[in-house]
Nanobody, 124 residues
């Protein structure tokens, strides 16, 4: 098992940047594929970005492609989501998730472990 703790959310103006962190209780490289999801009020939890278990390759939702970057610091057992050029529609609770598979997974119910979430609010 792995415990995940997100941090780094907050209030930011449109056009600004935030970096979210997801600290894992154990090594994730070569063990877990990692991803970020988000959920806005009244909406389903949606895929944002994923990093393969091998670390070779990333995938992004079309709405964030070119603005967000997912990365992993193996020494710190931490996954990041760098968010630039933020828009009001990026406002949501952001969740870190982990799975044991080797591919990319885009739906929330394919993931085995979740953090508690961190709120991101973008003011226009």
């Amino acid at each position: 098992q792995v415990q995940l703790v997100e941090s780094g959310g907050g209030l930011v103006q449109a056009g600004g940047s935030l970096r979210l962190s997801c600290a894992a209780s154990r090594r994730t490289s070569s063990t877990y594929g990692m991803a970020w999801f988000r959920q806005a009020p009244g909406k389903d939890r949606e895929f944002v970005a994923a990093l393969r278990r091998s670390g070779a390759g990333t995938k992004y939702a079309g709405s964030v492609n070119g603005r967000f970057t997912i990365s992993r610091d193996n020494a710190r057992n931490t996954v990041y989501l760098q968010m630039n050029s933020l828009k009001s529609e990026d406002t949501a609770v952001y969740y870190c998730a982990a799975h044991l598979g080797s591919g990319y997974y885009y739906t929330w119910n394919e993931y085995d472990y979740w953090g508690q979430g961190t709120q991101v609010t973008v003011s226009s």
